[in-house]
């Protein structure tokens, strides 16, 4: 199965990263990955992710899932910016497992304890989130997702009644922009289990 490149991040050496923010940064190589089939299974990845010449996580060949694609674009923004510099293998391997969630510590909110225990990232409130924060949150029926954020849904009182996002799901067959409904349904996001992180510029 082949995913679609619709930009090749190697390939921007004349942008100017200094020109935009790391949010900004996150949202353009989010983009680059779509489609490319769901299937929970192996590392979730759309491609190999190497570290130092050596394979943290290699690719899905049959599809990627959430925290796989979400990890990969962190993965690719970060390495860009220099922000591994120091960090050995065993280090950024911890980090993937936080990412994950494959331990008690990070089992529920992932993502932000895997940015905040490398101090290159920070928990963000969830009135401040932007395009491009990470996300991990859980729903009513206790199904979780990891997703890069987009922006809120709103009521016309300005209540935050849902999020669009940008993650690998069945329902967009691989990479693609969803949005879901935060509230008290059971299939509902539960809002006290909605965690934002953002990296540190």
């Not at 930009?7 to 680059?32: K, P, Y």
């Not at 299974?41 to 190497?50: E, H, R, V």
């Not at 299939?187 to 953002?198: F, P, Q």
């Amino acid at each position: 199965m082949r995913f679609l490149f619709v930009l090749s991040i190697f390939g921007c050496t004349s942008f100017a990263l200094s020109a935009q923010s790391l949010n900004e940064r996150v949202v353009q190589v989010a983009n680059t990955y779509a489609g490319g089939g769901y299937k929970w299974a192996g590392s979730g990845t759309p491609k190999d992710l190497i570290f130092n010449a050596t394979k943290i996580l290699g690719k899905s060949p049959e599809g990627t899932y959430c925290s796989g694609y979400t990890f990969t674009v962190a993965f690719d923004v970060m390495n860009e910016k220099g922000m591994f510099a120091g960090l050995d293998v065993p280090t950024m391997k911890r980090f993937q497992q936080d990412w994950y969630g494959s331990n008690d510590a990070a089992a529920e909110t992932q993502c932000v304890i895997a940015l905040e225990k490398l101090g290159l990232g920070k928990a963000v409130a969830l009135a401040d989130a932007k395009a491009g924060d990470f996300v991990q949150f859980w729903r009513n029926n206790k199904t979780g997702h990891s997703v890069i954020f987009l922006n809120w849904i709103k009521d016309a009182q300005g209540r935050i009644t849902g999020i669009k996002y940008r993650s690998t799901q069945k329902l967009t067959d691989g990479i693609g922009e969803r949005t879901e409904t935060i509230g008290s349904g059971e299939k509902d996001i539960n809002i006290e289990r909605l965690y934002v992180a953002r990296l540190k510029g």
